[in-house]
T-cell receptor
Framework: GAVVSQHPSWVICKSGTSVKIECRSL??????MFWYRQFPKQSLMLMAT?????????EQGVEKDKFLINHASLTLSTLTVTSAHPEDSSFYIC????????????????FGDGTRLSIL | LAKTTQPISMDSYEGQEVNITCSHN???????ITWYQQFPSQGPRFIIQ???TKVTNEVASLFIPADRKSSTLSLPRVSLSDTAVYYC???????????FGKGTTLSVSS
């Protein structure tokens, strides 16, 4: 089945550091990927939609200069948390779906295993 | 706002069948209904997807009435390892962001 890989799975760093998280679709091409954030005991919150070759679309309340998204190829999207602070500590998850025209539109989205970000 | 409403929590015992119902009164014509399972510190895992009537795979069944305003995920003979959060989502999937509700926390005991 379709696989989405995230790297790293866990990051611990000092306040003020910038952290890059990678999301890769391993066996399919994804023109659109999505980034979510999940705090403990809460549901996933959509942060932004990452579009290959164009600017990301951010949800209301998400700072685009804080969370930089780059989708340079059909299999890779990156999320960079710039100048991270303790309040940015969270579980970040990406997702993607197969958009091969031969497979139709009803392909479910597949999620990465998430990246646990801890800012000290 | 999430498009779906589910019970916050459910409890069950090993070997029982568990049915989780989800309400989606404003489902659109193009929307599919998809269920995901999430364990702590992991990304959601796809369980099953349907558009109407009944869908069955090796792990679950999905029942969707004719009006499509609700759906029921059925897990046969649950085990302790089925303890997780289950999310019901509606959307046309490809290229469309999924908006998560609170999900249903299923606790399976021995």
């Amino acid at each position: 089945g379709a696989v989405v890989s995230q790297h790293p799975s866990w990051v611990i760093c000092k306040s003020g550091t910038s952290v890059k998280i990678e999301c890769r679709s391993l066996d399919f091409q994804a023109t659109t990927m999505f980034w979510y954030r999940q705090f403990p005991k809460q549901s996933l919150m959509l942060m932004a939609t990452s579009n290959e070759g164009s600017k990301a679309t951010y949800e209301q309340g998400v700072e685009k200069d804080k969370f930089l998204i780059n989708h340079a190829s059909l299999t890779l999207s990156t999320l960079t948390v710039t100048s991270a602070h303790p309040e940015d500590s969270s579980f970040y998850i990406c997702s993607a779906s197969i958009q091969n025209r031969d497979r139709g539109r009803n392909q479910p989205q597949h999620f990465g295993d998430g990246t646990r970000l801890s800012i000290l | 706002l999430a498009k779906t409403t589910q019970p916050i929590s459910m409890d069950s015992y090993e070997g029982q069948e568990v049915n989780i119902t989800c309400s989606h009164n404003n489902i659109a014509t193009n929307d599919y209904i998809t269920w995901y399972q999430q364990f702590p510190s992991q990304g959601p895992r796809f369980i099953i997807q349907g558009y109407k009537t009944k869908v069955t795979n090796e792990v679950a069944s999905l029942f969707i009435p004719a009006d499509r305003k609700s759906s029921t995920l059925s897990l046969p003979r649950v085990s302790l390892s089925d303890t997780a959060v289950y999310y019901c989502l509606v959307g046309d999937q490809a290229g469309t962001a999924l908006i998560f509700g609170k999900g249903t926390t299923l606790s399976v005991s021995s």
